[in-house]
């Protein structure tokens, strides 16, 4: 059965072909949060392979030409999946066009459209050069995972990178098998879960369930790892810090909106203000005050009546940190320039510390040609005049009365490997984030899915605040200590999470995903020492 659905599936053609690409792309996007269905990916994998195996391959006695026929053919089939992949996946994003209707809904279907059919070209390269890859027999499962593994570590990383929805986060959702981040990284688990996923094809040939049945024996290690992990790493607390995070679950389009100034600072002051559990004063016993990313529709820092607000709010042993815009004057020619920052204020309203937002989001924070395109009308979502600009780079921030902590504003949380100063190692992550631009939908669980990897990569707990959720404490190796859900206004009462030393991927990432990768190149090439391995 499963052999003539492989064989029918490689004797597709045209756009049959290029259609069943697209719902397999799709289907494998379940595996993502909030559906968190990784199994899917058994099928959607092998769906891909045994229609790259429809593509024929030249051999010596072929011309040259129809091998780059073939890798043309190869490319459009991964565009195909990888644009059902991203389309099923990253939906949500026009969400954000409809904050501010009037001025950028026409650009929403623009935006969900767009965005996956150029991220898709990565899968199409993918595609082609897993068919350049290509061998009969098993050897082809290697081909396929490390040119689909080699070409998601450059999506993370050309033009500023977009690491989103890797597929190795589909295996990180289950908190055991979510310990070999500590080890390999999102990269790493990314070849790791296109290898094992794509084992199924060994069904349609006598024995081949051995295949298969050796992909679930490494998943059962994985997870075996993570339990002993788990075991050996429970949850510790720093002494003497006290957290509290304030989730005000403010509409987007009044965030930026400079009339609702009182309205805003008034709804965040009474939130942080709530009772504490046991009904005393909430404040009394918090060291450190957490709101989120671009708390206020104002600039903060220029506005002394509101500094004298916060500081009022917080005790003369704590500090508030929060999320704000920060405008600064260029002296040579009185222009301005405009960060996403966060704040750590005193409680004499005293601005002692601050961080400005490196990963900048383009077409939200900033235009590429930034000067061509506001020529033309254009603007970004933020509608800051000339955009953001980009802070001096990623570094550990001193906290008052807790350890140093590493700050990521929103979107700079996705990257495996780059959130952090390696030169002064943090005690903790800090993430700050407004996810209200994309409301009740599949985004804000991914961008708190990949958050969490974070933690278990680097061996440090996060907290995190968000306007409208998921705001949560997570400690080292990724549990959540405590959390408010999507969609809900209140604080957050925690303590803070003790560090664990540097986990291998901290330490030496580079070098065992490089070798993960050598390792499966030469898994593929495997396939072309025996000549009846070579496909015809």
């Known amino acids: 059965m499963i052999a003539a659905f492989a064989s029918r599936l490689a004797g597709l053609r045209g756009w049959r072909r290029m259609a069943g690409a697209f719902l397999a792309g799709a289907l494998a996007s379940l595996a993502m949060a909030p559906f968190n269905a990784f199994p899917v990916l058994a099928v959607s994998f092998p769906v891909a392979i045994w229609l790259l195996d429809g593509i024929a391959v030249p051999t010596p006695e072929n011309p040259a030409p129809r091998l780059w026929r073939s890798i043309a053919t190869a490319a459009r089939l991964g565009w195909c999946y990888g644009f059902g992949y991203f389309l099923a996946g990253l939906w949500w994003i026009g969400n954000a066009f409809l904050v501010d209707a009037d001025q950028f809904a026409w650009l929403l279907p623009f935006a969900v459209v767009l965005l996956p059919a150029g991220l898709a070209f990565f899968h199409a390269a993918g595609f082609a050069l897993a068919r350049l890859l290509w061998s009969r027999g098993m050897a082809r499962i290697f081909a396929f995972a490390v040119a689909m593994a080699a070409f998601e570590w450059l999506r993370g990383h050309i033009l500023t990178g977009f690491p989103w929805n890797l597929f190795g986060y589909a295996l990180a959702e289950e908190l055991h098998l979510a310990q070999s981040l500590s080890l390999i990284g999102a990269y790493g688990l990314t070849l790791v879960a296109l290898v094992l996923f794509s084992t199924p094809v060994a069904l349609v040939r006598r024995g081949g369930w051995r295949w298969p049945a050796l992909s679930v024996a490494v998943l059962a290690a994985m997870a075996g790892f993570g339990m002993w992990r788990l075991d050996q790493h429970p949850t510790g607390f720093v002494d003497g810090v006290q957290l509290r995070i304030m989730q005000p679950d403010l509409p987007q389009d009044a965030k930026f909106n400079?009339?609702?100034?009182?309205?805003?600072?008034?709804?965040?002051?009474?939130?942080?203000?709530?009772?504490?559990?046991?009904?005393?004063?909430?404040?009394?016993?918090?060291?450190?005050?957490?709101?989120?990313?671009?708390?206020?529709?104002?600039?903060?820092a220029q506005d002394s009546e509101a500094l004298k607000v916060l500081g009022d709010l917080v005790s003369p042993k704590a500090v508030l940190l929060t999320g704000a815009g920060r405008a600064e004057e260029n002296l040579d020619d009185g222009s301005w320039r405009f960060f996403n920052s966060l704040h750590v204020i005193d409680a004499t309203g005293t601005i002692i510390g601050n961080y400005d937002k490196v990963h900048l989001v383009p077409f939200g924070e900033y235009l590429p040609y930034q000067s061509l395109l506001e020529s033309l009308g254009f603007e970004q979502l933020t509608q800051q005049r000339g955009g953001f600009s980009t802070g001096p780079?990623?570094?550990?921030?001193?906290?008052?009365?807790?350890?140093?902590?590493?700050?990521?504003?929103?979107?700079?949380?996705?990257?495996?490997g780059e959130v952090i100063d390696p030169a002064n190692r943090p005690g903790w992550l800090l993430n700050v984030t407004n996810d209200a631009w994309f409301g009740m939908t599949p985004g804000p669980y991914q961008h708190f899915a990949e958050v969490r990897a974070r933690a278990i990569e680097e061996g440090l707990p996060v907290v995190r605040a968000g306007n409208n959720g998921i705001s949560a404490v997570i400690d080292p190796v990724g549990r959540i200590v405590a959390s408010l859900p999507l969609g809900t206004s209140g604080v957050l009462d925690s303590r803070l999470p003790t560090t664990l030393p540097p986990p291998v991927f901290a330490t030496a990432g580079t070098g065992i995903v490089a070798g993960l990768f050598l390792i499966a190149l030469i898994g593929a090439g495997l396939g072309w020492l025996n000549p009846r391995r070579q496909p015809r």
């Open 393 to 416: 780079g990623l570094r550990t921030l001193d906290i008052p009365n807790a350890p140093p902590a590493g700050i990521l504003i929103c979107y700079e949380a996705i990257f495996p």
């Open 258 to 300: 400079p009339a609702l100034r009182n309205e805003v600072l008034t709804r965040y002051l009474a939130l942080s203000r709530q009772p504490a559990a046991d009904g005393s004063d909430g404040l009394a016993k918090v060291t450190h005050l957490i709101w989120p990313e671009s708390a206020f529709p104002f600039l903060v």
